[in-house]
C-alpha cells in the first residue's frame, strides 16, 4: 500500500493566475485585430489562411485565459 502514495510535487502553472486578466486581454485583442487584417487583406488563400490561423489560435488562448481569470478552470 506504501507504493500507491504519490511523492511528486503539485502541478505549477507557467503563467502565475495575477497575470490571467491580463494575458487574455491582449490575446484577445491581439486576436481582434488579426480578425479585423483578415477583412482588409486581399482575396488571396495563401495570405488569408496564415491569418486566419493566427488570430484563431490567439482568440482561442485568449479565451481560455478569460474563463480563467473569471474562475472557470478548463
Same mark, same amino acid.
Given at each position: 500500500?506504501?507504493?500507491?502514495?504519490?511523492?511528486?510535487?503539485?502541478?505549477?502553472?507557467?503563467?502565475?493566475?495575477?497575470? $490571467? @486578466?491580463? %494575458?487574455?486581454?491582449?490575446?484577445?485583442? +491581439? *486576436? /481582434?485585430?488579426? !480578425?479585423?487584417? &483578415?477583412?482588409? #487583406?486581399?482575396?488571396?488563400?495563401?495570405?488569408? $489562411? @496564415?491569418? %486566419?490561423?493566427?488570430?484563431?489560435?490567439? +482568440? *482561442? /488562448?485568449?479565451? !481560455?485565459?478569460? &474563463?480563467?481569470? #473569471?474562475?472557470?478552470?478548463?
Amino acid at each position: 500500500m506504501e507504493a500507491m502514495q504519490w511523492t511528486g510535487e503539485p502541478f505549477k502553472p507557467l503563467v502565475p493566475p495575477s497575470l $490571467f @486578466p491580463f %494575458a487574455a486581454l491582449v490575446l484577445l485583442v +491581439l *486576436g /481582434f485585430i488579426g !480578425v479585423a487584417g &483578415f477583412s482588409f #487583406s486581399s482575396k488571396s488563400v495563401t495570405k488569408e $489562411f @496564415p491569418l %486566419a490561423v493566427v488570430a484563431s489560435i490567439l +482568440l *482561442g /488562448f485568449g479565451s !481560455v485565459f478569460l &474563463f480563467q481569470a #473569471s474562475g472557470v478552470y478548463l
